[in-house]
């Protein structure tokens, strides 16, 4: 199930994407969509800053009154969250900003079903990729699947690990050493001492300040 949040101020825009969607499922039968619909940037971005609301793919788009879409993409980033985005918009102006936050497609208003379908092909394969880096560790409760780069930083307790996240903690029962078998497949992951394991692409986050 792929969980697409779409955002647009204008109703008939969203029934829009909403009909290519369901066109779009029609074509991929293997795959399921479900769509929520957002009619404003700061609700969107307030859903996942207060419920860790992490949908799969963004629809954006970047003209709205108040937060624009480039905006609510900005600010997603900076909570974290690294789902592929794909903006739609009447006009080209804003394009260079678009890819400045990974957009993988920017498309310019009207929509036609060839584009939207190219450009949700590329966003499923994109996360298709990033489900299949995710790594697994077991929680009270079951297994939890975890995206690498998710992790800033992972600290030995005894005969636990506490993973700190960009939106949350985890604690697993592991060692280091155990864990940074697993970790030390990903480049980006560093030891440092006995106790600690340090992604260095998140080691600037302001998560770090708190």
Same mark, same amino acid.
């Given at each position: 199930m792929y969980v697409i949040a779409v955002c647009d101020d204008e109703e008939k825009e969203l029934d829009e994407i909403e009909s290519f969607l369901a066109r779009y499922q029609e074509k991929n039968k293997e795959a399921e969509f479900k769509m929520e619909r957002f009619t404003s940037g700061e609700a969107l971005v307030q859903r996942a800053r207060e419920e860790n609301y992490t949908p799969d793919i963004l629809l954006l788009d970047i003209f709205m009154p108040g937060k624009t879409g480039i905006e609510a993409a900005e600010d997603m980033r900076e909570l974290g969250f690294s789902m592929p985005i794909v903006f739609f918009t009447t006009s080209t102006e804003y394009a260079l900003k678009a890819y400045g936050v990974d957009a993988v497609q920017y498309l310019v208003k009207p929509l036609g079903q060839e584009c939207f379908f190219h450009? *949700?092909?590329?966003?499923?394969?994109?996360?298709?990729? $990033?489900?299949? /880096? !995710?790594?697994?560790?077991?929680?009270?409760?079951?297994?939890?699947?975890?995206?690498?780069?998710?992790?800033?930083?992972?600290?030995?307790?005894?005969?636990?690990?506490?993973?700190?996240?960009?939106?949350?903690?985890?604690?697993?029962? *592991?060692?280091?050493?155990?864990?940074?078998?697993?970790? $030390?497949?990903? /480049? !980006?992951?560093?030891?440092?001492?006995?106790?600690?394991?340090?992604n260095h692409r998140g080691v600037h986050s302001p998560m770090l300040a708190s």
């Open positions: 450009a *949700m092909d590329s966003a499923i394969q994109q996360v298709s990729r $990033k489900k299949e /880096s !995710q790594i697994a560790v077991k929680i009270s409760g079951g297994l939890r699947q975890i995206w690498p780069d998710d992790i800033i930083y992972c600290e030995s307790q005894k005969n636990y690990q506490v993973l700190y996240l960009f939106s949350e903690k985890l604690k697993i029962r *592991m060692t280091t050493g155990n864990l940074w078998e697993i970790l $030390k497949e990903y /480049s !980006q992951f560093r030891r440092c001492g006995r106790a600690f394991i340090l």
